[in-house]
């Protein structure tokens, strides 16, 4: 498993709706601005579970720890947004999607892809960081037959 930093895709401006930090949230979101890709596993059922959470939701275990995440996986489902929220309005329309990453874990974020991309399921995606002015986001982009390693 490629446990490499994400690549980087600069964004000019702020994120349009920042996270929540929190003294748990924050190793998460501090990692991730450096490119480190992780969430939570738990110690007793060994689930791994995103977004990252301090009890395990599927045992209720309180035993859980940081563990890396690979970059890869599939677009399970994608949707481009149009009438966006206002606090998204300057960014749209811009594409969402929900991915299965090769770990099993199924995530929702934001999908780097110009209407000139056809997002297609099952196609394969790699997560990047979007790295805005004021603070790191997670999301994928599609992986191109010439781009794969
Ligand atoms: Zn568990």
Sequence with gaps: ????PLPMVSVTGNL??????SVFTQT???GLRAGQ???TCCEDCKK???PPKPVCPHCWSPRVSWQPLGSKGVLYSWTRIHAAPAVFA?????AVGIVDLTEGVRLACRLVAGTDVAL???????MVVLRY????LFAARPVLESQED
Excluded: I
């Excluded at 297609?120 to 790699?126: A, D, F, H, K, N």
């Design 37 to 39: 890709w992780q969430t």
């Design 48 to 50: 791994v579970t995103f």
């Design 28 to 30: 998460f979101w501090n």
């Design 16 to 21: 349009s709706y920042p996270p929540r930090l």
């Design 133 to 136: 002015e004021d603070g790191p």
């Design 120 to 126: 297609t399921p099952g196609m394969p995606v790699e």
């Design 90 to 94: 300057s960014e749209s329309p811009y």
């Design 1 to 4: 498993m490629n446990h490499n």
